[in-house]
Every structure is written in C-alpha cells, then in structure tokens.
C-alpha cells in the first residue's frame, strides 16, 4: 500500500449539446487530462451516463473503472470509482439505488427528480469508498437517500479501517445531509474544515466567478487518513472550456500510524 492517497471527486455534467463551447466534446479532454495529472490513486465521478463513462475510461490510462458487478442503463446517470490497481486492490464492489429498492437498478424514490445510486468498493487493507450523488432538488429527498445508504453500507464501514465518503451532495456542509452524517456516522470528519479553509462555490454553471451557492462536493474522511491538502481545481482550457460545470475536488491523504 503506498505511503500517500490521492483522490478525486468530480461531477463531471451530462451530455447537454446546449452547452454549446461547453459540451462534452470539447471538454472532455481537458477534463481528463486534469485527472491524470493529480496522478489519482482513486477517482469518483457523478453524473455521467455510460457513453461518457466509457469515454473516460477510455482516456484514462492507469486507471480501472470498478463495474464488473452493474448491469448498465443507457438512460441513466451513475456515479462511478476507478482506481489505480498498482495502488490499490479491489476485493469486492456494488451499486445502491437510493430508493425503497435498493437492489433494483433505475427504482426511485422519496420524490426524487432522477434514480439517484450510490457506488461503493472495498480495497485490500479493509479500505471502503463511496460515492454517492444526491437530489438536486429537495433537501428532504436527499436526507431519505441517505439514510438509505447508510442503512445499506453500515455494516461494511463498521468492518473497515479506512472510510472515504465522496460525491455530489447537492447542498453544503452546514445543511441537514451533513447532520444526519454526524449523528450516524460520527467518526467521519471533513478534511476542508480541518485544514481551515474559506467555505466557496464548488458548482460554478461554467462561470468565470461565481460569488454565491455553496460547497456540495465534499470528500470525508474517518481518522485512517489525514489530509495534506484539499482544492478546487479551477482550471480552464487555453480556449477558455471548462472540463465541467463543478471544479474537480482533489486531495491528498497520508495514512496515520
């Protein structure tokens, strides 16, 4: 296992060809150049569907996209992990829909706008990740997803030394998701909060400055791990392309002890 984790979340915005110098084709390049070259040891990304997750597979060399265990649905968003497997090894993946049935690809619930689904993995040295993206539209939907994944994943985070949680939470740490975090999984800290840094818009709709919204991108952490650092890449293309409508979060770890 290697003395250092590095790790990335990022929305990386459906296929909309109104984006016009935006759209997926332009940007999708650069946006997985930016990946590359933070050398991640572990990936997540939200919104894509499987055309544009087969995309990043593509371009992404060194890196393993963990879906040996989905059955895929054209119509449909996912979250996904890919992985560095000179880094780490996968020993067991799945997917949660975060519905009333979870086990059912596509279900929804809770008055939710889209099926919204959570991807998990675990990784020798009983790491667990996940990644999740919740409703955009509702903070009492998003609470009741998350309770889902909690209920479905409580086991396998009491049994693992490492816990990261990441993802599209669709509001900011201050709001009631990240409370019911607190109170479930209370060992689980926000590696931002600890480093002392400004609270800013991680979803910026492919603005150059955004001075309003708030943090919804957010990796966590249980105390295996200790943040080196932790930013917002605010790249853009030298055609002035953004590589999606949120900034890549990007962190590294060290391991405790």
Partial sequence: MSRTLSVISSNIRY???????????????FLTSLML?????L???????LPQIRDVDYRLEGLTCSDSHRDWVDSLMYP????????LV???SGDIWLSKSPSIPGSSSFGSQFPRLCTWAIFDGGILAINVHLDHSSSETRLCQMRV???????????SQTVLLMGDFNESPTCPVRALINKEWPDLHDPWIDLGQEEEASHHHFYEAIDYGSRID????????QAKEMLLDKSRSG???????????????????
């Fill in 15 to 29: 296929d909309e060809p109104h984006d016009d110098i935006h759209c997926w084709e332009n940007r999708r390049d």
């Fill in 37 to 41: 070259d933070y050398a991640p040891d």
């Fill in 43 to 49: 990936l997540a990304t939200q919104e894509g569907k």
């Fill in 80 to 87: 996904c992990l890919f992985y560095n497997p000179k880094s």
């Fill in 90 to 92: 996968l020993k067991e």
């Fill in 149 to 159: 994944l909690v209920q479905q994943l409580g086991a396998s985070k009491a049994s």
């Fill in 218 to 225: 957010w990796i966590l952490v249980n105390d295996s791990l």
């Fill in 239 to 257: 055609s002035g392309i953004y590589p999606s409508d949120h900034y890549l979060l990007k962190a590294r770890f060290c391991w405790k002890g």
